[in-house]
């Protein structure tokens, strides 16, 4: 069994407030616990993994020194911003460890990831952090076995910077992660009106991007939960955000449908979407009559699932 919860489902800022109570403010944060074999992992480290972390330290810290391992999706600021305030780092006897991709090679991702815990910018620094804390960079691997019956798959997504979706297995339970990303698409000149047009290159780069959203696909087929990227209605998205790095709702619906998974939690909620548009788009995404095989709802701070 893997429980899932969410404690941050917010995309680019957090956004406290009354308009946001129900679905929450705070940035993304997964938590996955193996009651099994005793394992915690955590994905991202946005503004939710406060919460968490006051969580942990009421009901896991007594139980002895925490043990856990963050992975981030990638390290734009809304994904990390809540690390400094992740209180069992600051605990002597705390083992952490983080895993993540970086998109510049010399940076590494102890740097990216601490480069926001400078004097400059917070009061403490990395080097005084009480926990024992190791990082370790990620790329695209079809199978990491973390032990315990734990496998995860990662896989390359489309993001302004490099971005990974993983899929955590363990026995016959399937958890999916698929954000940062909007849809692989042609970037080569389409209109034949265009000087620059060339017909061969835009064949080609149709066929590609049709190929790249498939792998993709794949890559979360039948998963039990899928965590989807959906900040935007397709009539947003085709009005102003292309390029941005963020799915379409009904792309995030038709791809989830198209590769069987049992559940879809639309996730990375723009910051300008309160409770009551969180809702009215509930009642026209997520009908029962329209779900077919496929469970459709928008993420929710505090949501458990057991998988």
């Known amino acids: 069994m893997i429980k899932v919860r969410f404690w941050g489902v917010r995309g680019s800022i957090p956004c406290p407030g009354p308009q946001t109570m129900k679905y929450g403010g705070n940035t993304a944060c997964i938590e996955l616990r193996f009651p099994e074999v005793n394992r915690h992992i955590i994905i991202d480290a946005g503004s939710g993994i406060r919460e968490l972390a006051s969580h942990m330290m009421a009901h896991d810290l007594p139980n002895g020194p925490i043990s856990t391992e963050i992975y981030l999706s990638h390290t734009h600021w809304d994904h990390i911003m809540g690390f400094p305030f992740f209180i069992p780092a600051y605990i002597p006897g705390t083992q952490i460890k983080v895993f993540g991709p970086v998109t510049y090679e010399d940076d590494p991702l102890e740097d990216v990831v601490g480069g926001q815990m400078k004097y400059r910018y917070f009061p403490v620094n990395m080097g005084e952090l009480a926990a024992s804390i190791s990082y370790d960079r990620l790329k695209e691997d079809p199978h990491i076995d973390l032990g ?18 993983f899929r955590f297995s363990y026995r016959d339970a399937v958890f999916c992660s698929a954000y940062d990303t909007e849809p692989f698409r042609n970037l080569f000149v389409t209109d034949p009106n265009d000087p620059s047009y060339d017909e061969l290159m835009a064949h080609e780069g149709e066929l590609a991007a049709e190929e790249q959203n498939k792998v993709l696909e794949e890559f979360f087929a039948g998963a039990d939960l899928l965590v989807h990227d959906a900040q935007y ?50 009642q026209l995404y997520c009908k029962d009559e329209d779900c077919k095989d496929t469970e459709i709802f928008f993420a929710r701070e505090g949501e458990e699932i057991e998988l």
């Not at 315990?148 to 979706?165: F, K, Q």
């Open 148 to 165: 315990d019956g734990i496998i995860l798959s990662t896989a390359i997504i489309n993001h302004p910077i490099t971005a990974l979706g």
């Open 233 to 282: 209605t397709k009539k947003e998205y085709l009005a102003g955000k292309v390029g941005w790095g963020h799915t379409p709702i009904e792309h995030a619906i038709s791809s989830a449908r198209r590769a069987g998974v049992k559940r879809l939690a639309l996730f990375h909620h723009d910051p300008e979407r309160s409770d009551e548009q969180l809702d009215q788009m509930a």
